[in-house]
Every structure is written in structure tokens, then in C-alpha cells.
């Protein structure tokens, strides 16, 4: 069983969302963003698009591992979303841990566990249990 998330990649005109299948707690999501940068335009250039781009080709590993996604809210079964956008020049993430709801996960509670640079989030996510 894998710890499902879906990364969302904003930027001022668009999103792109990516759908990861395992290994998607803050600890290791951070790692598979900070993957991304070196496929990247150098910031602070960001454009959604081209990031969620490089986000795939950095992690994918395996067929069925990751996949493009309307967005969170079309899953039913995530234990994490992220939201990446660039503030300032640098990587900004929110981390939501999500939590399912009545009759067939029939609604989803996003609960906000933290909002920062990458390095931050880094530093979040190694005393995160």
C-alpha cells in the first residue's frame, strides 16, 4: 500500500497537477521536488507547466508510479496534496494532509500542516513522523 499524494504546480495563468502513487509523505515529497530543479527553467522564472514537466521526468520510476491528474479532488484514496507555486524567487509549498469522509469518501478535509520555501519544508519534513 503506498502513501498517495498529488503534487499541484501553479503558477500566475495556470496549474498542473501530478499523481504520485507511493512514497508521498512530506519527507519524501520534498526530495522528489527539489528533483525537479535542475530540468527547470532557474528561477525565478516558474511556469507550472514546464515544472510539472520536470517533476515527472526526475521521479518516475516504474509504469503506473506517476501520473498527470485533474487535481486532487477527483482521488479518493490521497493521504497528502502539496501546492507548489514560486513567491519571491523561490519554491513555495503548502502541505495539506488529507483526510476522507462519509459513505464512499463522499467529501475530503485538506488540513494545512505547513507553508514555506522548499528549505524550509525540508527542515519540516525530517521532524515530521
Known amino acids: 500500500m503506498g502513501t498517495r499524494a498529488v ?15 507511493w512514497d508521498g509523505c512530506p519527507k519524501w515529497a520534498c526530495g522528489f521536488i527539489a528533483n525537479a ?28 508510479d506517476l501520473r498527470l491528474t485533474a487535481g486532487p479532488a477527483v482521488h479518493r ?10 513567491q519571491g524567487g523561490q519554491l ?3 502541505i495539506f494532509r488529507v483526510r476522507y469522509h462519509g459513505p464512499g469518501y463522499c467529501w475530503a478535509d485538506y ?6 520555501s522548499l528549505q524550509d519544508a525540508h527542515q519540516f519534513a525530517s521532524t515530521f513522523n
Open 111 to 116: 488540513q494545512p500542516l505547513f507553508a514555506g
Open 37 to 64: 530543479l535542475p530540468l527547470t527553467w532557474p528561477l525565478p522564472r516558474f511556469e507550472a507547466d514546464d515544472f510539472a514537466a520536470a517533476f515527472v521526468t526526475a521521479n518516475k520510476t516504474e509504469a503506473g
Open 92 to 94: 513555495h509549498l503548502r
Open 7 to 21: 503534487y499541484t504546480f501553479f503558477d500566475e495563468d495556470e496549474r498542473y497537477s501530478v499523481y504520485k502513487q
Open 77 to 86: 484514496d490521497l493521504a497528502y496534496s502539496y501546492e507548489i507555486r514560486c
